[in-house]
């Protein structure tokens, strides 16, 4: 990666523009979102079948529907979400908070490794890629940099739409559908699964990915 590229860095401007975006969607994010974010249950219980991770990252965690996902398959399994809204993870820390033992929320710009030096089993975008433009390289280089050697990168995210004006709506919502991650991701991992699927009819189509450093 170039790193003196701008378009691969998350600039200041996104990341403003991300966070006030969901200082308003934070509370009604569960109520409206259900609707678009298909297959991460699947991915979740996919991961079971090739690994028992001990240490887990949600990137992008968001309200926090997917920590107690992973926490319900994994119950012993250390977790942390991380998100760039406090908002986003106010909500998070209210569905959580019983199971703070074992879950952990911090609020993150992930544009370099978390924790160097102690790697994870499994790193999980759920839905986040797609919306880091730009940077979306430079978090997927840092996900490759805190997993240990055999651990797993898990994916499921938006992936195209043949409607131009769909997809000119999912940009104003911060959303990149050009098929342009699975390819990258598939250059970066060993890939173990991987699938693009149809949701309502072909209006657009997501992807989940579990590749092995």
Known sequence: MNRSDP????TAQHTTAL???YRWHARLYDNTRWSF?????????????????RRILEIGC????????????????????LDLSADMLAQARRKVSARSASIALIQW??????????????IVFSYCLSMINPGWNQAVEAALRDLRAGGLLAVV?????????????????HVRMDAHLL?????????????????????WRYFSFIGST
């Not at 997917?66 to 926490?71: A, D, K, M, P, S």
């Open 7 to 10: 378009l691969l860095w998350p």
């Open 19 to 21: 966070s006030r975006y």
């Open 37 to 53: 974010l298909f297959g991460r249950t699947e991915l979740i219980q996919a991961i079971a079948i090739h690994q028992q991770p």
């Open 62 to 81: 968001g309200t926090g529907g997917n920590l107690l996902r992973l926490h319900r398959q994994f119950p012993g399994a250390t977790i942390i979400g």
């Open 109 to 122: 710009r992930y544009d370099r490794p978390l924790q160097p030096g102690t790697p994870f089993d499994l």
């Open 157 to 173: 995210d938006f992936h195209d739409t043949p409607f131009a004006r769909f997809s000119r709506w999912m940009a104003r919502n």
């Open 183 to 203: 390819p990258h991701l598939n250059g970066c991992c060993e890939a173990i699964t991987q699938s693009v699927r149809p949701a309502y009819g072909g209006g």
